[in-house]
Nanobody, 123 residues
Framework: QVQLVESGGGLVQPGGSLRLSCAAS????????MAWYRQAPGKERELAAT???????NYADSVKGRFTISRDNAKNTVSLQMNSLTPADTAVYYC?????????????????WGKGTLVTVSS
C-alpha cells in the first residue's frame, strides 16, 4: 500500500557530512509527521529528529545543532542533513511516516517504516 525507501547512507569520515533522503510512495492522501530514527550497534533504536506537516522540528539532544530535518509535502519526502559527524553517529537510520492516510480508505491512518540505511562514520 505505502512504501518508504531511504537513500544516501554510506561511509563518511569523522567531521564530514551526509544527507539522507526518504521517499514515500503509494496511494497516499496525506502524512502527518515524518521522522528519522537510528539504531547504533548494540543499542536501542532512538528518535533522532521529527518534523510536522507544518515544518516544526524536534531533535534528540545528541544530534541537535548538527542535524537538520526537512520535508517536501508535495513529494512526500523527508531528508536529514547530517553535519559534523562522529563515530557515535554510526547507525542504521530509519525513516518513519506517521498517521498516513490512504486514498480511498476512509479514516485510514497508520505508521510506516523504511527498511533503513546504514551510516558508518569512520576514518
Amino acid at each position: 500500500q505505502v512504501q518508504l525507501v531511504e537513500s544516501g547512507g554510506g561511509l563518511v569520515q569523522p567531521g564530514g557530512s551526509l544527507r539522507l533522503s526518504c521517499a514515500a510512495s503509494g496511494r497516499i492522501f496525506s502524512i502527518n509527521a515524518m521522522a528519522w530514527y537510528r539504531q547504533a550497534p548494540g543499542k536501542e533504536r532512538e528518535l533522532a529528529a521529527t518534523i510536522t506537516r507544518g515544518g516544526n522540528t524536534n531533535y534528540a539532544d545528541s544530534v541537535k545543532g548538527r542535524f537538520t530535518i526537512s520535508r517536501d509535502n508535495a513529494k512526500n519526502t523527508v531528508s536529514l542533513q547530517m553535519n559534523s559527524l562522529t563515530p557515535a553517529d554510526t547507525a542504521v537510520y530509519y525513516c518513519k511516516a506517521e498517521s498516513v492516510a490512504t486514498i480511498g480508505v476512509p479514516y485510514s491512518g497508520r505508521d510506516y517504516w523504511g527498511k533503513g540505511t546504514l551510516v558508518t562514520v569512520s576514518s
